[in-house]
């Protein structure tokens, strides 16, 4: 059984900073590309990051771009995405997303991704 499991999430204050993680069991994604989404009650889930299969290719949403980094470790069946200058905004689920068959669906889209992550709640407090 496949499964993705979140951590790290919690509350800060705005301009702290958070780690999740997100560790991959039943299955090695170490030649996929893996993501983070973020969703707030009632609305869409939004792209947030994404990384290909070694890490060397890396997306980010314009909104996150240059706060947060996104990294895996494939030894360890596990992505990361490291959140610095965290703002109210950001508050949100946050999930963890992988890819395991062929998809011509942009890499910001849900529907590129097979296995999805439980969520893990970030709030920001200002």
């Known amino acids: 059984q496949v499964q993705l499991v979140e951590s790290g999430g919690g509350l800060v204050q705005a301009g702290g900073s958070l780690r999740l993680s997100c560790a991959a069991s039943g299955r090695s994604f170490s030649n996929d590309r893996m993501g983070w989404f973020r969703q707030i009650q009632g609305k869409e889930r939004e792209f947030v990051s994404a990384?290909?299969?070694?890490?060397?290719?890396?997306y980010y949403a314009d909104s996150v771009k240059g706060r947060f980094t996104i990294s895996r470790d494939n030894a360890k069946n596990t992505l990361y995405l490291q959140m610095n200058s965290l703002k109210p905004e950001d508050t949100a689920v946050y999930y963890c997303a992988a890819q395991a068959t062929f998809t011509r669906a942009p890499v910001t889209s849900t529907n590129a991704y097979d296995y999805w992550g439980q969520g893990t709640q970030v709030t920001v407090s200002s």
């Open positions: 990384c290909s299969w070694s890490g060397g290719n890396t």
